[in-house]
């Protein structure tokens, strides 16, 4: 039973345009969402989170939206640069330290 | 945040062996983590390491196949215990420094059981 659902396995944006990549959950405790960016060979790294008491948050490029009554969530890289091409995972806990993962989103930035 | 190694980076492995997988963090942390990502899949936890008791293990995980240790607020080790084909993955340690739920991850560890 996946809670944390990445729908898209791929997606591919041109340099300088919007990336958008999706998220959905399912278990309503969930209160704290992340979003973590993997290049190969190398452990995941942290990029941006959001409360549930909150419907967005931004941090330079990265915003992350919330929509809790959907159980939806996004991030949005504007502009699209090559070194964002990775593997982007989605995450939620439930307020006791677990993270649970998405299976993850391969974004191909193109020239 | 928090800077964290993991030795050996990667290892070919003979089933029935065991390896154990070392994990450093940079500064003391309280909670520390050790998962698993198979190919293609998403990253499993496997357990939570705890300072000084017992480490908390996921569904599907068990101790005598995952032993863990944290002897101190900066290290943590896992061992796979006799190893079959089905153990190969990426093992990766994480810890949260406690400001909120994020999570560091180590660069992790790339396991072959042949």
């Known amino acids: 039973d996946q809670q944390v659902k990445q729908n898209s396995p791929s997606l591919s944006v041109q340099e300088g345009r919007i990336s958008i990549l999706n998220c959905d959950y399912t278990n309503s405790m969930f209160d704290y969402f992340l979003w973590y960016k993997k290049y190969p060979a190398e452990g995941p790294t942290f990029l941006i989170s959001i409360s549930s008491i909150k419907d967005k948050n931004e941090d330079g490029r990265f915003t992350v939206f919330l929509n809790k009554s959907a159980k939806h969530l996004s991030l949005h890289i504007v502009p699209s640069q090559p070194g964002d091409s990775a593997v982007y995972f989605c995450a939620a806990s439930a307020g006791d330290d677990k993270i649970i993962f998405g299976k993850g989103t391969r974004l191909h930035i193109l020239p | 945040s928090a800077v964290i190694s993991q030795k050996p980076s990667r290892d070919i492995c003979q089933r029935g062996t065991s390896l154990t997988i070392q994990c450093q963090v940079d500064s003391q942390v309280t909670m520390m983590f050790w998962y698993r990502q198979q190919p293609g899949q998403s990253l499993t936890l496997i357990a939570t390491?705890?300072?000084?008791?017992?480490?908390?293990?996921e569904s599907g995980f068990v101790i005598d196949k995952f032993p863990i240790s944290r002897p101190n607020l900066t290290f943590s080790t896992l061992t796979v215990s006799n190893m079959s084909p089905e153990d190969s993955s990426i093992y990766l340690c994480?810890?949260?420094?406690?400001?909120?739920?994020?999570?560091?991850f180590g660069p992790g560890t790339r396991l072959t059981v042949t």
């Open positions: 994480s810890a949260e420094p406690g400001q909120g739920y994020e999570q560091y």
């Open positions: 390491a705890n300072q000084g008791s017992e480490a908390t293990y």
